[in-house]
């Protein structure tokens, strides 16, 4: 069974001033991100697996791998506050 992830259609996203800002309009209830967080939810508009968001990371920051494999925590995150969903397949 291989898990994705995608974004809520009620969040809205838009960067400002080096960070990303995230608004939720069925709680109405919005966060800040950083500019990591905001590269992971734009890519999130379409289902994506964790080793997709890996690879988006490593590719975007030229990071190593081990280091973006924070992206998980982050997503657990977002999907307790409701702005992530997981779709099982």
Do not use: K, W
Request: with cysteine.
């Amino acid at each position: 069974m291989t898990v994705r992830y995608q974004r809520h259609p009620s969040v809205r996203l838009t960067a400002l001033e080096g960070e990303g800002v995230v608004l939720h309009l069925d709680n109405r209830r919005y966060f800040t991100v950083n500019p990591t967080g905001l590269t992971l939810l734009e890519a999130l508009v379409e289902p994506r697996t964790m080793d997709e968001l890996v690879q988006a990371l490593v590719r975007e920051y030229a990071v190593e791998a081990p280091e973006a494999t924070a992206a998980e925590e982050f997503l657990q995150e977002c999907t307790a506050r409701g702005v992530v969903q997981t779709i099982e397949a």
